[in-house]
């Protein structure tokens, strides 16, 4: 059984930074594609970055593109979600996710998720 745990959320100022992890255990870490999503309150779930399992290539969406930066320890089975420069607006509950064949923004095809990290942000 796939289980993702998301660790490293918080409350930071506007400026700061953050840096989340998402530990998973029940399946071959390093052939399987990552990526974080996020949700806001009453707003749907957006995708925020995703890296491949090989060669790792990463994939940003354009709101956090230059400001986040996606990693994975295979040895550690974690994959990590540096955030800098935030923004109120980055505020939102942030998810793992995992998948065997796709690597990409469409978070209906990943097939596990965690539980999610809150990250909130104030100006």
């Known amino acids: 059984q796939v289980q993702l745990v998301e660790s490293g959320g918080g409350l930071v100022q506007a400026g700061g930074s953050l840096r989340l992890s998402c530990a998973a255990s029940?399946?071959?870490?390093?052939?399987?594609?990552m990526g974080w999503f996020r949700q806001a309150p009453g707003k749907e779930r957006e995708f925020v970055a995703a890296?491949?399992?090989?060669?790792?290539?990463?994939y940003y969406a354009d709101s956090v593109k230059g400001r986040f930066t996606i990693s994975r320890d295979n040895a550690k089975n974690t994959v990590y979600l540096q955030m800098n420069s935030l923004r109120p607006e980055d505020t939102a509950v942030y998810y793992c996710a995992a998948s065997p064949g796709y690597s990409g923004s469409d978070g209906g095809r990943y097939s596990s998720w965690g539980q999610g990290t809150q990250v909130t942000v104030s100006s």
């Open positions: 029940g399946l071959t870490f390093s052939a399987y594609n």
């Open positions: 890296i491949s399992w090989n060669p790792n290539r990463t």
